[in-house]
């Protein structure tokens, strides 16, 4: 950002000195009633406070650096809701595009610096997902946009104030044409606000973002007249089969999947099964119990295979005579053999699906599922699901449906069609980026020529910001109020837990601002003092229509506590399914078999970077993706058959040819492909984030087919081919098969309910010292593979909470990364369709650590409570702890990682050192939060209680897989998962005593006789 | 009765002896020297430089990373370390039992082992994460704490071990070199000269007491060097085998370090004497074909024992039945890094086989050019073991390649750089053969025309 040479604290005074006017300072000043730092506006401003907090962190940080300290100024008026050292929580929620969680948010000394998820919330209950666990970086990140600015005749982009910003937009905006494009806000009072705004102004409100779910919403309105994304229960299913769709990854509300789900993963004779038909390997894929490989173009045909397995062949449900029915399914009779998928298979899961009619779910949909015939997939899907009875039962429409995905393409399409129609005058864009993530072949970019002004409202001068006249940046979600709706009912609040890093302005207030001086609009808008005022008084309304009666006052206070208010629970609500809606067999005509020959594209979003808006956050870069586990760049994933047949490796580039796009990228041999498809993800090739995410990857939104406005994100035709070219692929696993060592124990649930300990090879081991006497506490740590499903989120979580540093490409390549919990990826059986399984891998806190008896300098030791404690000052770096550890954990400060960018410094942990070069880390089992509840258990004297320590990872884990505890303690959780019968540790027979211990993955692949792959680890 | 061939040729009486040797020390060098030595500071300035970077910036400049721990440090340190032997198995052992060729060979042989240790030395230093608090290491009662030093880490004997080795040595090859430095005194023209040589004589003045005093000293060190020979490199070989790494942990170690670290210091004893004698060659007569010849039979035979302990590594492995171990072995020697495997087996095993024939044990050429493979498979030999062990181990998910770096190779080549700039200014300021002990071996008083004394 060229125009922003100034530094921040020169621009902060010459803002309060020179552009500062009563209105804005009374707008501003107020918009932060509630917040702790409030107080400081009288003397010590936050800003200066944060200098303070900034250098003495440096301090902390930097034990071996000497650095001058300009000065010191003791914490003399503190604030009475701030201790210094004590951690403030507040409870908020985070929504992106659609994707919404409640959250708490860790502050320490006014900064935030950890994301958790809030347990009272019903949909993600205390999991949180690793996208939304790195918002604590996107705060601070360097690159965001600082000031309002309009870009002169160079293209450059000028600082302007927000006076004058206001004054030419308000003028421009009375000329009417007015368009608001945002992604999904699922806000209620925003929305409510933007109705206001264009009450006063001519215009309208555009929802669109390049991961909509509207392929949903089509496909249950032309099945049930209804345009909703239904709820998807997974907690009530015992046999799910999806076609296609990544629900565990990346669609709808993954993290709320995955718990519901494992609430069916009990290990008894009831225990639910996942059958997933996919034409590329996926989160979800990786987790299923039978897995099958298709074609992206078979999709629609497996759900109907599956229909005329149940209506014609068995002759079930009440459609079976129906001629209308009968007709649709004729052209399927013999799809098994069509998508190679062995028939009697095909009959097994459908037999299964009908005797757990009314619980199982059926589901498709995602970017695999946007074919051009995604239409005739949704419909097949939801008529599957009516047929099967779950239509008001697993799949909730009309209860409790989801309410935040609002963003359509066919919104786009009209909205392009009004610019290119000179119908849109001002523009005004909300944290979307349809410049990048809308191919141009869509006619957004050229439209947005004909718009007189267009004004960017966002976090960075992104692609679409580029093309902008003014740049209005709207605040962080961390720096502004909210509510949201991301179900029916189930309200949340979003709190500010900083005052905003920079001259920014939330939308709301922009949008107040411009009303009240263009003097249009309702008065509840245009009249109030701040954003915060008008989300106080709609919730004044709304406070008797949420339930709640007595003052608003200790409403409010409870809301802000609670951070929701879940209606949607009153009387068991929530458990209950809706009503089951009639299917308009019409639809059915809609349904025709795709074309498929040749190789297929099928496009995805990662768990690292969705649609790309955060690839400035580094986090989210080196988060190895959880089946590829590359970090760092894009690459097409390929069957090892089509690879041979092409003559590439890991690392060669090919070509991608559409018939309009060609793009080159690694070519990457990923088991378990169909062999006739190729996937490539979606949200890299960011060309104008910032200095993290630029050039990183290519954009695989370019390759997107354009079919009248609706996006073709799968079995898109392409051609590849080799170019000659390498580029070498940064992946952060060495290996991904066991070599037939016992490292991953896997078991059928057969198997596992003849003998709970199931294919574990126990070893006899003896010691000829006596063992060590734990007297006190002794922490313990148990995982669960078979919940665990890989989705990484405790990845992020521990490199939050432990202030673990991101390396870079080139780093990983070298074998550099940091993270100190990873999560291993093997695969079992046969390289061309493999199982997969997931473990993850952190310091096992040994026993017998063979690491503490190598050190020198005794800078790796074991303490009485069990814990095998690294001593950083005390370290030397000889890696030899390293060299004898079998689980390879440990992580060798290889460089200087503790010169941290301004202000991403201020994401630090201050409860956990920084490492200097040359010293060794790992997992402490966040040593920091046990001393916490150890503290605060001596003050109110007594022990710590059972489960009142929660690790990092534990606390983010989505299907609570990690149990920590005191294995003294023979009634604590901890005690129980270790005494099951298929708990094991890892490499036991070297007699390390490792205090982590898993409990075998169970797969359920019961009545799936066919199945080839039982069990075993080899 | 036959007759011994005799340990000096040429009819040396003692006066060309202290000719001879100390004419080396009391001329200038010629411009083969410079040029040689300039070579060699070169590549000490290399060293320098790669240190200073590799401290200033962090170890990842190196090849070493997750999950390879160690990489050219340590193994270029084993192998300085395994050279530095020796010279003290020359001086000590064969002192003790009366090996009299060992008087041509020793006093350099011995020179090679302290720039050899010196030189390993070093490598531990660059090899910590922080060098500047290695002194960490050293048990001394001290401020920080105070702290202890952890007695149960192989990394610690190390310390011990080689800090021994190097003291015990250096006082051993300097108290040998006493009388000879004496006569370079005597014989020295001008003063500072004779100052310094005189201050560094110690006052010798080859009296009878002087004598007696001695060779008890001599002995009574010589009786002290010879355990250390054995113990160093045992205790460098715990480093790796009291870890719990398959293929580092091995009983058959410390034997298998020992007979490597003497067959590969031999081969750098051959390499040196052979240049020596190319570089001056009244030498020849003092290091004869028959020294080589006998210092080529231990190669050959301490080569085989290194070729038995890599068969018993293997069959062990497989006796063992831990699946582990098995592993290690079969993807040393057919994994992604199966060529060093076999540079190291050809290098060690198969090329000294060529000495069972005397022609060959006899060629200068032919067992110079072995001696050089012998030091490059015994580089290997550390390679194989440190590197192939750690990058593939228990849990595949860790696995990980090892590609060395521009900073590997020049602590490589800067080692040798070190090496030989010390040796080249040792043979231009102490006499590299020992005189006094060269003498006695003439057969003075049994041959017509000596001119006597000296």
New interface residues.
Partial sequence: MEDQTFTNSTYWKSIDEKYQNEGWRKVAENEFKNSPYSEFLNGTNRRDFLKLMGASIALASTS?VRRPVDHIVPYANRPPEVTPGIANYYASTYAHAGQGFGTIVKTREGRPIKMEGNPSHPMNQGGLSAMAQAQVLSVYDPDRIKNPAKQNENGEFEKISWDDLDEQVHKQLRSGGVVLLTSSLASPTTEMAIKDFFTGFNGRHVVWEPLAADDVMNGQEASYGQRVVPRYRFDKAKMVVSVGCDFFGTWISPIEHMRDFMKGRKLNSNMNKLVVFEPSMTLTGANADTRLMVRASHQVSVVMGLLYEIIVKQKASRYASDGQVLAALKKFENVAAEIGVEADLMSAIAKDLWANRGASIVVAGGLAGRTENAIALQIATNFLNTVLENDGQTIDATNIPVKSFEGSYAAMKSLIADMNAGRVKTLIINNVNPVYALAKKFGFEEALSKVQMVIYMGQHVDETARFAHYLAPDHHHLENWGDLELQKGVYSIQQPTIRPMYDTRSMQLSMISWAYQAEVGPARLKDVDSWLDYLKNAWKQKQSEVGSIGPFDVFWTNFLKEGVVDTSNRNGKRNHGGTTRKFLLSSLNKITKSKSDGTELVLFASIGQYDGSYANLSWLQELPDPVTKIVWDSYLMMSPEKAKELGVTDGHIVEIKTSSDVVSVPAFVQPGMHKDVVALAVGLGRTSVGAVGDGIGVNGFTLVQNQSGEPVFSAIPVTISKTGQERELANS?????????Q?VVQATIKDYLKKADANIHKHKVFSIWPKYEYKGYRWAMSIDLTTCTGCSACVIACQSENNIPSVGRR?VI????MHWM?I???YVGDEKDPQVVF?P?LCQHCENA?CE??????ATTHSDEGLNQMTYN???????C???C???VR??????YDTIKKPLNLALNPDVTVR?????EKCTFCVQRIHVAKDNAKDENRTVKDGEIKTACQESCPTQAITFGNLNDPESRISKEHAQENSYG??EE?NTVPMVKYRTKVRNTEHLASDHQEGGHS | MIQREPLVTGNKTYQDISNDICSVVETKPGTGWWKIFFVAKGGFLIHLITIFIICA????LQA???????GTDIITFVFWVGIGHAGTLISAILFLFRQKWRTGINRAAEAMTIFAVMVAGLF?LI?????W??F??IPYPNQRGP????F?????WD?FAVSTYLTVSLVFWYVGMVPDIATIRDRAKNKVRKLIYGVMSLGWRGTNRDWQHYESAYLILAGLATPLVLSVHSIVSF?FA????PGWHTTIFPPYFVAGAIFSGFAMVVTLMVLIRIAFPHMKHYVTVNHLEVMNKIIMTTGMMVGYAYASEFFIAWYSGV??EK?AFINRAFGPMWWSYWIMATCNVIIPQVFWFKAARRSIPIMFVVSIFVNIGMWFERFVITVTS?H??????????F?MTLYDFGLLIGSFGMFFTLFLIFIRVLPMVAMSEVKPMLKVGKEKNHHGGH
């Fill in positions: 071996c696993q060495g290996h991904h098969w066991m070599e037939g060592r490292i780093f070298e074998g550099r990364e990873r291993d990826r093997y473990q891998m063979p008896t190598v050190c020198p300098v005794l005390r370290c030397v770096g000889t890696r030899y390293s060299n004898n079998p689980y390879k992580r060798f400060n290889w460089f200087a200097s070069r040359g010293v060794m890892v490499l070297y | 910036v962090g170890m990842g070493v990373s997750h999950p390879i721990g160690w531990p090899h910590t994460g922080r060098p608090l290695a960490w290491l702290l202890w030093v952890n149960r880490s192989p990394l610690l310390v480093d009291v870890s719990m790494l699946e582990y592993y750690l593939r181990d228990f849990l595949p998910a860790n696995w990980g390649p590609k």
